[in-house]
């Protein structure tokens, strides 16, 4: 799930590992009340200031995808279907967001990415 | 106390030409305080002067709420050092050199010392004088977490280790803050190593504290920006440029600006500037473009 959290990326490793954890809630690989990585085992695992991981799991608790019971750990939570749908929008959302910067630094018109969409997925992408 | 470490116009001079001048730093309570600066620019000197070892010529010091060097031996207790060069006997075994070091700490955790010797692979009758520079490196710091220390300061501590060495010695640090919530003070060249685990980010140059900041502070606030249009002269732009650099066709420039936040952009068409692109620094490359410009330098680099 956080195979690939980038310690050199502007966003800050707490909100790449909150996203991470909210994308497998929308996903569904995760459900209510599976455990998350205790704070030691994932600063441990991914080499990070264990802070970085209490601020991630603070955050994800204060919109709800996860319940911080004292002394037993981080449990996920039972997430609304329309919850999920908008996480899934905005994870698609930045993906296309960062697409369209790479291309128009290498001046690629929004034209020829759609033609390359189009190529790539075999699917006619059409407003 | 708010500061696990505080220097306040501090000042030093080794009789040569090289001096700390008017050095404030603070390392907040609960951080992993990354220490940055190229050979020579005297992290290692304000290391050794927050350790009580270099005395300053003028300025306070205070560790952990007491007075450096006056109550150093009280501070000594608490804090676990990994000095640059490493402060262990030849002579001495791996377990030998640990029960030593232990008679010197009052919070001295034998069991988890074990436990440290164990996990690092250190075989404890093994001769010093016989190890490697990775299995040296292993030793200091299970001796710096060994005391369960508040506050560990730790220069250039994975120095001249292999990757493997590396990473199982970080693991043992970061353990050991996520059970104790301690205190890091960390100087390495190692510069990604400290963008994945430190929060706040000193930079020194040349004897003098360039920077200190929130670690995501530091890193979003310097951009590479390119521009259109550019006058000679712009117009009080609310960030700092650090440098330019002329690009082909007329006007086109790359800056490198500081203290830039995004609402900034709004700046360049009241300025009659065309922004074309702003791009992400990562901490390396920020702590490179930051030391080209805290030196005297013509504005214009060829």
Redesign the interface.
Known sequence: MFDDID????T??YEQIAARVRMSVAAGDLGPGDALPS??AL??D???????VVQAYRDLAADGFVELRHGQGTFVQEVPTFVREEERAAQATKLVRTLLQDA??LGISVEELARALNVETGVEIRE | MNSAIEMTDVAWRAGGSFEVKDLSLRVPTGSIYGFLGPNGSGKTTTIRMSMGMLKPDRGTIRVLGRDVPRDMPKVLARVGYVPERPHVYPALTVREQVRFHASFFRLWDAGWADELSERLGLDPERRISRMSKGETGKLLMLLALSQRPDLLVLDEPTDGLDPVVRRDVLTALLDYVSETNATVFISSHLVHELERICDWVGVMDDGRLVVELPMQAFKNGIKRIKVADAPAVPEEPPFTILSRERLNGAGSETWIVRGWQDPMRHYFDGAGIGLRDVVDLDLEEGFVELLRSSRPTPPYRS
Do not use: K, M, Q
């Open positions: 310690p050199r990326s502007p800050p490793l704070v030691r600063a441990r991914l080499r990070v200031n264990p802070a970085t128009a630094r």
